[in-house]
T-cell receptor, first 112, second 110 residues
Framework: GAGVSQSPRYKVAKRGQDVALRCDPI?????LFWYQQALGQGPEFLTY????????KSGLPSDRFFAERPEGSVSTLKIQRTQQEDSAVYLC??????????FGPGTRLTVT | TQLLEQSPQFLSIQEGENLTVYCNSS?????LQWYRQEPGEGPVLLVT?????EVKKLKRLTFQFGDARKDSSLHITAAQPGDTGLYLC??????????FGQGTRLTINP
């Protein structure tokens, strides 16, 4: 496909479980971003990659959150020992530079 | 911490009416973007404004960036049911980070 894809679209996890969320950016886009969107709120920045380098991870809420992009293409956001406050939609975006970001449909994570 | 405040948070109007959504901050942004988000989907970029005082039009939508680059507005003329959605403003911080407002949920009633 031509757009950003994310999988799974929905994930239900029991508190304490680890989850991995995948993002396939638009081919050729060097920049990749992860955002967290709580219900009824705007997205909040989590982390940013340029190719395989993670240049900014200032938005990651705790050390339970980890993101990687080992080959500069697909990225995975991992959340360890999930907690209820982690329930949100996790959005991935990619861009050629940084200004015009193209978003995927998101993964809705529900922690029970 | 840069914050963007959007107002109103909710707006429900009749088809054919005009409306304005505001996005305000005490911080200066190098650029500001407006997105529209449908349920179950990611935000879709509508416009980017860069220069203070800049005005951009997209059909019935008019976007303005404040002279001081701290605020922006979105004006919709003759709203249609298809305009229903969540409208988000986002300010660029540095070279790689977007700060989003909390969004304005717009409902246009036929």
């Amino acid at each position: 496909g031509a757009g950003v894809s994310q999988s799974p679209r929905y994930k239900v996890a029991k508190r304490g479980q680890d989850v991995a969320l995948r993002c396939d950016p638009i081919s050729g886009h060097v920049s990749l971003f992860w955002y967290q969107q709580a219900l009824g709120q705007g997205p909040e920045f989590l982390t940013y990659f340029q190719n395989e380098a993670q240049l900014d991870k200032s938005g990651l809420p705790s050390d339970r959150f980890f993101a990687e992009r080992p080959e500069g293409s697909v990225s995975t956001l991992k959340i360890q020992r999930t907690q209820q406050e982690d329930s949100a939609v996790y959005l991935c975006a990619s861009s050629l530079g940084w200004r015009e970001q193209y978003f995927g449909p998101g993964t809705r994570l529900t922690v029970t | 911490t840069q914050l963007l405040e959007q107002s109103p948070q909710f707006l429900s109007i009749q088809e054919g009416e005009n409306l304005t959504v505001y996005c305000n901050s005490s911080s200066v942004f190098s650029s500001l973007q407006w997105y529209r988000q449908e349920p179950g989907e990611g935000p879709v970029l509508l416009v980017t404004v860069v220069t203070g005082g800049e005005v951009k039009k997209l059909k019935r939508l008019t976007f303005q960036f404040g002279d001081a680059r701290k605020d922006s507005s979105l004006h919709i003329t003759a709203a249609q049911p298809g305009d229903t959605g969540l409208y988000l403003c986002a300010g660029a911080v540095g070279a790689q980070k977007l700060v989003f407002g909390q969004g304005t949920r717009l409902t246009i009633n036929p």
